[in-house]
């Protein structure tokens, strides 16, 4: 509930948006979550004896939440970058907010993105896709991201055999991601990175978004429930049209701002105007209906 008795935004119970660990812990780490994606567990730091219970440690569809991540995920900038990268036709994956809280932040074990794809012939270390990572506050060697450079390029890599030689979580060829408040950092998905408990006094708060090459998402096949999910022109057609949205959202909030062009929806604009009904129709629970990419 908000502070007034209401049900609070984004308090669905089939898609909890706000989601908590205990502090300093690594809650999927050597878990079978995420298809067990992140193999091994990071270090689990004894917390301080005031913390609380349990602390956040993100916040899911971000877009329908966040009217500010909304108009962000439209900067006309970011856009370009996009089609620079994975041409005009490009399409979104699950967008989230990950939350570093100081001194208790939860970490990420060691994973890669992606994996959907590894399946596919046509696989290289292109079909991945990017992450944008915007930082409200700094990113720092302590609280944020550690990435493999060049490990995008080697496909699936046995991430609990690396940690195990390492004989830490502490890959010795990784690297941090240092980014100033207001900046963004990038990355091939398919890059091992995770990040270690923010046992540091500085806070981090990351928007996580990005974007795939169309060709590389067309066909893809994914168990949703008890059935399965194929990505066919339609249902890329309809998450893509987040994309409409926001740039109809920010150039409601900057009128005065080039406004871009998305290429696959172009001409279709009024059906894709950002107003409170197409919140709750379009934005909300849409990680939910297409489990992202």
Sequence with gaps: MDSEGRPALGSDPERPVYRFARPLSDPVGGTSANNGRHPAKMAEPEPPPDAPDYVISSIGSPLHVMDAALRLYGHPLLLRIAEQINGPDFTPFTESVILKVRG???????????????????????????????????????????????SHKLGKIDIRARVSESGSDRLPDAVPMVCGAGGIVMANRQTLHGSFANTSKDRRMTINFGFHQRSSVLGVRRKMGEGEVVYDTDRIAERSRLISLAIDARSQRFPQEERYTYQPLAGREDENRWSEETRETILKNYNLRDLGL
């Design 104 to 150: 208790l932040g939860t970490s990420v074990a060691w994973h890669q993105d992606g994996t959907t794809l590894w399946d596919r012939p046509d696989w290289d270390e292109e079909s991945h896709g990017f992450n944008f990572m915007a930082q409200l506050y700094g990113s720092t060697a302590e609280n944020g991201v550690w990435v493999v450079p060049g």
